[in-house]
């Protein structure tokens, strides 16, 4: 007889990944219209202090990639991807800012913890609008997460990182 336990572990996984927007599903939902460059940064020793001092959290690299968005040849801000630790797996968060230095979304593209613990959207846009200040933190202007308090450390701290990398890296204020 053959175990059935992991064989629906492996269907949940793939029905949860099935309903979490690619990276270009992602783009387009926070820049409609926009067409998209990818720029590489390779942060120096300097940048990702002035960022871990900016943010207030630690960098898990130095390799970041932009991903700028132009809608009728003007810049509607840019996007980063930020893969970081959740609990004891990985979670990859697009945080897209717009040319005010605000957040205005933020989308989980990947997520390997268990599903109970996936941030809902109602919840994630409570981020849309925030800069980087004191704000920007849970308990302040972001409400924690109720039975996923690991999530949204995760996805604050992402999306301080984010806002800090566009200060440095592109001159936001």
């Not at 990947?110 to 613990?117: A, T």
């Amino acid at each position: 007889m053959r175990p059935v336990l992991p064989a629906f572990l492996a269907l949940a996984t793939i029905s949860l990944a099935a309903a979490l927007p690619t990276r270009e599903d992602a783009l387009k939902l926070a820049y409609p219209g926009a067409t998209f460059t990818r720029h590489e940064h390779f942060l120096t020793e300097d940048q990702a202090r002035r960022v871990n001092r900016l943010s207030q959290r630690d960098l898990p690299g130095l390799w970041w990639v932009a991903y700028e968005a132009v809608k009728d040849g003007k810049s509607m801000g840019v996007a980063f991807f930020d893969t970081h630790r959740v609990r004891t797996l990985n979670e990859t968060t697009m945080v897209a800012v717009s040319c005010e230095w605000k957040i205005i979304r933020v989308e989980v593209i990947q997520f390997h913890e268990p599903q109970e613990y996936l941030a809902k959207d109602a919840w994630k846009q409570q981020f849309n609008g925030h800069k980087l200040d004191d704000e920007l933190s849970l308990k302040r202007g972001i409400r924690p997460l109720g039975g996923a308090t690991l999530t949204a450390n995760a996805m604050t701290d992402a999306s301080r990182r984010c806002l800090a990398l566009c200060q440095i890296l592109y001159g936001g204020k």
